[in-house]
């Protein structure tokens, strides 16, 4: 099964329930344009480098598109797919007025220097800008891009239409971006942690947590747990994990990391390796990497009381089922990792309004939306009797279906 299918898989599940016809959920499904573009550029040997990008826009019916864009190896049309409808979901599970998009580069930026990640951003640009903008698709960052690289992204967009802050978000905060937001995805993924684990009749304090990824999202994540009283036991990331029964030292990790780059060699914890990560007895696991990594198999032997999802994808549907099966709730990427894109949007208003936002405001309101995003999905699952991610569908695929009959097709 591919990623798409993946997606298409759990949106049916809850289409059964809604009674969707056949027309209806083949529009809802199906991309509203897919790009592909060759992006050529001089490399810093003289070579000519070669690389394919992808844009796929989902569905706009609820605002412009809006969606990450994923520098990686294995970046291809059909996971630019997925994710994309992935973020058409997301936007209308936390109610933003966005639809959703995803895109990226086929490449390994570990092994470009920032020149050439500079010139292949640059030139990704040049091929799409049309396609892009404030009121028609905005990108974020996501998998190997940075603030950075929507910096770059901005001023190229900029030669062609002039200033536009607004077209992209995630942007360094000295040049248009909004405080928060590169913590927002960690910092709502600890909020509905600490949602869930109260509906659980837990509290964070005390928790034990497993952390696969220690990237932007999984980082953040561990540092807001931390600081909530949450016991980080274990995390990883390329380079291999580290666990520590009486808890990792966030901030000693941090600076380990600031420095090296990655987890192992830091001195507080026991080498691991990821699939011990996954199958280690912890109250709550959080994959924060890339996408499918849990099968069925990997799911059997799950020991952890409760999942969230903070990478895109990362349960393949018959995990999914195992999980169900098992009674281990898992909190759905759409809902778990969507502070990023509600703090993208508190950054397109400000753009749009040329106006700052302090970072109390901006953490309080994405509380806000976190919270209530959580309760109905949470309130809906109850109600249907259905799984959480079922639930958080359900209530996208209405707001999306609704947004298209009174819009008109
Ligand atoms: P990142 O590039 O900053 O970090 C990715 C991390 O995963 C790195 O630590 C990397 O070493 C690690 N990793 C890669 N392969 C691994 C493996 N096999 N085992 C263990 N660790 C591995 O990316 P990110 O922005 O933190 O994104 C992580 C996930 O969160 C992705 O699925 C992304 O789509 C999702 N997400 C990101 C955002 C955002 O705002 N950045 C928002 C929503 C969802």
Known sequence: MQAFEATNYYFDRAAARLDLSDNTRTLMITPDRELRVEVAIEMDNGQIGNFIGYRVQHDNARGPFKGGLRYHPHVDQDEARALASLMTWK?????????????????????????????????????????????????????????????????????????????????????????????????????????MLGKLGKVVNGTTFAIQGYGNVGSYTAKFLHQMGGKIIAVSDASGGLSQPQGIAIPELEKHVAISRKVVGFKGGEPITNEQLLTMPVDVLIPAALGGVFDAEMARGVQAGLIVEAANGPTWPDADEVFEARGIPVVPDILANAGGVVVSYFEWVQNLQHFRWPLEQVQREEERRMVESFEKVYEMAHRKGVSLRTAAFMLAISRVGRARILGGI
């Not at 920032?114 to 799409?128: A, N, P």
């Not at 950075?148 to 360094?172: D, L, R, S």
């Not at 993924?189 to 600490?194: E, G, Q």
Request: aromatic residues 8%; charged residues 25%.
């Open 91 to 195: 936007t209308a599970v936390v109610d933003l007025p966005f639809g959703g998009g995803k895109g990226g580069m086929n490449c390994d930026p570990s092994k470009l220097s920032r020149g050439e990640l500079e010139r292949l951003t640059r030139k990704f640009v040049q091929q799409i800008h049309d396609f892009i903008g404030p009121d028609k698709d905005i990108p974020a960052p996501d998998v190997g891009t940075d603030a950075q690289v929507m910096a770059w992204i901005m001023n190229e967009y900029g030669k062609f239409h002039g200033f536009h802050p607004a077209c992209v978000t995630g942007k360094p905060v000295e040049l248009h971006g909004s405080a928060g937001r590169e913590a927002a995805t960690g910092y709502g993924v600890a909020l509905i942690c600490r949602e």
